[in-house]
């Protein structure tokens, strides 16, 4: 069993930059980021292999976005930076108990946060 609690979401301006906190509690190993805006399905962010530290980004956020992992604090981060305004979603942190590499779909991840929101404004 993981639980997970994310951190970190606010209210910005395009072009701000913001970091997200993911704590979780019991083994993971793969963790990652979604997010959900209104009206439009969960889209996957970025993941992050909890052993070996290898990551995985959607295209609308590579070069902008990096997802991060603390060993020693059980915590994911997520940095983004050079916001836009397509960027505001509820953000949730997500874990599965296996590795998973190159998939994006939500169902690959069985546990989940209860979400923390992001609002770019323009």
């Known amino acids: 069993q993981v639980q997970l609690v994310e951190s970190g979401g606010g209210l910005v301006q395009a072009g701000d930059s913001l970091r997200l906190s993911c704590a979780a509690s019991?083994?993971?190993?793969?963790m990652g980021w979604f997010r959900q805006a209104p009206g439009k399905e969960r889209e996957f962010v970025a993941t992050?292999?909890?052993?070996?530290?290898?990551?995985y980004y959607a295209d609308s956020v590579k070069g902008r976005f990096t997802i991060s992992r603390d060993t020693a604090k059980n915590t994911v981060y997520l940095q983004m930076n050079s916001l836009k305004f397509e960027d505001t979603a509820v953000y949730y942190c997500?874990?599965?108990?296996?590795?998973?590499?190159?998939?994006?779909?939500?169902?690959?991840?069985?546990?989940w946060g209860q979400g923390t929101q992001v609002t770019v404004s323009s």
């Open positions: 019991g083994r993971a190993s793969t």
């Open positions: 992050i292999t909890w052993r070996g530290g290898g990551t």
């Open positions: 997500a874990a599965s108990s296996t590795t998973v590499i190159g998939q994006t779909g939500p169902s690959w991840f069985g546990y």
